[in-house]
């Protein structure tokens, strides 16, 4: 055995790996933490993992790739079976969740989603949205009315782009 067979057996025997080189390939379909990647083979190979473990655990980070988007794959194991996204050039959404807290960037319907156990984003816009409509301030005359007609017409407009942005 020459010498660098034996630096590649040691290095082998140290890490107790294999080369493992990235699979290419663009993706078909997606079904929640998995999708259907056809290889520049022609091959279509299903089940591709997008996390490294697949579970309904609290805390994850989950990068959808878009459907015809193109992707790198490795295997946990040198086969075609136990593939695992490990980059995508075209993400459709992108979620993390962290003890309780959620953030979700939706490429879907182009919005963004933050929230945790008590309260989300876009629920405490809504309500500051309510309290400002009501407003009322204390005038010598006594408290005043609601805010003006123009007014509550420019927070119905901020609402609306509230909920172009936030879901």
């Known amino acids: ?8 057996a040691l290095i082998k025997s140290i890490v107790d790996a294999d080369a493992n080189y990235p ?5 078909e379909s997606v079904d929640g933490q998995t999708c259907s990647v056809k290889l520049v083979t022609g091959l279509v190979v299903t089940n591709v993992r997008l996390k490294a473990v697949i579970t309904d655990t609290a805390d994850y980070l989950l990068i959808t790739p878009k459907v015809g988007s193109d992707v ?8 075609l079976d136990d593939l695992t996204v490990i980059k995508t050039d075209q993400a459709q959404s992108m979620e993390l969740s962290q003890g309780g807290l959620i953030l979700l960037l939706d490429g879907t ?11 989300s984003l876009v629920d405490i816009f809504g309500d500051l949205a309510d ?13 005043s009315g609601v805010p ?3 007014t509550i017409t420019a ?6 782009k509230v ?5």
């Open 1 to 8: 055995m020459d010498k660098a067979a034996q630096i590649k």
């Open 23 to 27: 699979v290419r390939g663009t993706v």
């Open 72 to 79: 790198l794959m490795l295997s946990g194991n040198g086969t």
């Open 109 to 119: 319907d182009s919005k963004v989603t933050v929230k945790n156990n008590n309260a």
């Open 131 to 143: 309290l400002l409509k009501l407003l009322k301030v204390t005038t010598p005359m006594g408290p």
């Open 148 to 150: 003006l007609p123009d």
């Open 155 to 160: 927070l119905e407009q901020w609402q609306v």
């Open 163 to 167: 909920k172009q942005l936030l879901k």
